[in-house]
């Protein structure tokens, strides 16, 4: 990593883990919680993280052996988007800017530094596994179509850009509530996000099944 260059990331941890049933940031993957294990992948990669938490989650990273002064808080949001907007703001004026989910605590570190090297190339670079399963689009209950699985990739996190850009883009649609991800967000700006391909072990912790 180029020490001349900021490298911030947000982890989101606003959450309510509503269909997890407790907050699912805080339980246990061996000898870390959940939040402390995805923590651990970036704390040696980047500059600063800014965390987005709720109130539990957050004593579980302030009291954690990792904890460092690399770490800061924002508050969270109602929802994601206003999280991250929030931890946007809160960032030290980086370069780029990696935007994980804490509950995503498997991302490869290998992956992380790729990401971060194609971002200063792309601009913004999202994580993604390619369809495995044969799509099909359907309306009013029937298929009407089955689509390529070759252009069909499912999105990831970490989405890295460049931070001015999506703080400007936040900024643009932040009155807008039903963007998804931060790169629906870029490409209704216009930009075309590249995909960094990552494995299928990057899953997100939903439910308890998950966690098991």
């Given at each position: 990593?180029?020490?001349?260059?900021?490298?911030?990331?947000?982890?989101?941890?606003?959450?309510?883990?509503?269909?997890?049933?407790?907050?699912?940031?805080?339980?246990?993957?061996?000898?870390?919680?959940?939040?402390?294990?995805?923590?651990?992948r970036?704390?040696?990669?980047?500059?600063?993280?800014?965390?987005?938490?709720?109130?539990?989650?957050k004593?579980?990273?302030?009291?954690?052996?990792?904890?460092?002064?690399?770490?800061?808080?924002?508050?969270?949001?109602?929802?994601?988007?206003?999280?991250?907007?929030?931890?946007?703001?809160?960032?030290?004026?980086?370069?780029?800017?990696?935007?994980?989910?804490?509950?995503?605590?498997?991302?490869?570190?290998?992956?992380?530094?790729?990401?971060?090297?194609?971002?200063?190339?792309?601009?913004?670079?999202?994580?993604?596994?390619?369809?495995v399963?044969?799509?099909?689009?359907?309306?009013?209950?029937?298929?009407?179509?089955?689509?390529?699985?070759?252009?069909?990739?499912?999105?990831?996190?970490?989405?890295?850009?460049e931070?001015?850009?999506?703080k400007?883009?936040?900024?643009?649609?932040?009155?807008?509530?039903?963007?998804?991800?931060?790169?629906?967000?870029?490409?209704?700006?216009?930009?075309?996000?590249?995909?960094?391909?990552?494995?299928?072990?990057?899953?997100?912790?939903?439910?308890?099944?998950?966690?098991?």
């Amino acid at each position: 990593m180029n020490n001349k260059v900021k490298i911030s990331t947000i982890i989101t941890a606003g959450g309510n883990s509503t269909r997890f049933g407790t907050n699912k940031l805080i339980e246990k993957l061996g000898d870390l919680t959940i939040i402390e294990t995805t923590i651990s992948r970036f704390l040696d990669l980047v500059d600063e993280i800014i965390i987005p938490a709720q109130d539990e989650a957050k004593a579980t990273i302030l009291n954690s052996k990792l904890y460092s002064d690399k770490i800061k808080f924002a508050p969270p949001g109602k929802t994601r988007q206003i999280s991250v907007y929030n931890a946007l703001l809160a960032c030290s004026n980086p370069k780029i800017v990696l935007i994980h989910d804490g509950a995503r605590p498997f991302i490869e570190k290998e992956a992380i530094k790729k990401i971060i090297e194609l971002t200063f190339e792309k601009k913004a670079v999202i994580a993604g596994t390619m369809a495995v399963d044969t799509i099909k689009k359907v309306k009013d209950g029937r298929i009407i179509e089955t689509i390529d699985r070759k252009t069909i990739f499912q999105a990831q996190t970490p989405q890295a850009f460049e931070y001015n850009l999506i703080k400007k883009i936040h900024e643009q649609y932040k009155n807008i509530t039903d963007f998804t991800d931060d790169s629906s967000m870029a490409e209704k700006f216009g930009l075309q996000p590249f995909i960094f391909e990552t494995s299928v072990k990057n899953k997100k912790i939903t439910t308890k099944e998950d966690l098991m």
